[in-house]
Each structure stands twice: as C-alpha cells, then as structure tokens.
C-alpha cells in the first residue's frame, strides 16, 4: 500500500514541482497546477468535503484515459459527480503499488508541465 508521503515523494522527484499537505503540483509560468491531491469526500449532504487520506485524485491526460483506468481496474480507480467532465480519475491507495502510483503521477505532470521541461525530463531519462 502506497500513502500520501510516497505520492509527495514521488510528485517532488518531477521537475518545478511543489507539494503541501494536499497534494502536488507542477509551476508552469507564474502558477502552480496541480496533478495529484488529496480526495475531499462528500460525507455528509448538508455539510462541506472533508479529506480522505485513502483517496487520491490525480489528473489525466483526458476524459478517454480516465474512463479506460475506471474500466480496466474498478477496484483501483473510480470517479464521481463532482468529477464528471473533468480529466482526474480517483486512486484507491490501498490498491496500487509504487510503480503504477510512479507512473500516473508522472503521466498527470505532463499534462500540466511547460513542454520544454518535459522534454528535458523524457531526455534524461534511460
């Protein structure tokens, strides 16, 4: 089981990246866009989101990629409501190792890094 400190770890090991207790995100010019955070579930109808430390939701590529996620491991990804139309697909960390966490986190930073910073990254890379 992966917890929150390995998605820190991890999301601060990608470039220009910052993290805080929600989550991390990536600065693109002058703004910080996030690309993991922690899930804030709707316990309560009447009442506000609070943090769920199980859940993590991290951004997608797109809607196609997210939906293929849902479908391929139901039981690891999900989504909800307040999700819909958006491109972020919910984690189970119970359910997923470090290596696929790895790999989603950084297919989230690309989405929202400067394109010559993941250039630069993908040329360091084996």
């Known amino acids: 089981m992966v917890t929150l ?3 820190r770890r991890i999301g601060l090991s990608l470039p220009e990246t910052t993290a ?10 002058e703004k910080v866009r996030g ?3 922690r899930w804030k579930e709707r316990v309560d ?6 943090p769920n ?3 993590l939701a991290v951004r997608t590529p797109g809607l196609e990629e997210k939906e293929l ?6 039981s690891k990804f ?4 307040h999700y819909n139309n958006y491109p972020a697909v919910l984690v189970r960390l119970a359910e997923i190792d470090a290596d696929e966490l790895e790999e989603l ?6 989405c929202l890094a400067p394109k010559a910073v993941v250039k630069r990254f993908d040329a360091s890379r084996p």
């Not at 996620?69 to 139901?74: A, R």
């Not at 986190?105 to 690309?110: A, T």
């Open 5 to 7: 400190e390995d998605v």
């Open 20 to 29: 805080d207790e929600d989550g991390v995100g990536v600065r693109n010019g």
């Open 35 to 37: 690309f993991a955070w």
């Open 45 to 50: 109808p009447k009442k506000g989101r609070v």
């Open 53 to 55: 430390p199980n859940v």
């Open 69 to 74: 996620l849902i479908q391929s491991e139901p």
């Open 78 to 81: 999900f989504t909800e409501a």
């Open 105 to 110: 986190l950084i297919d989230g930073w690309r």
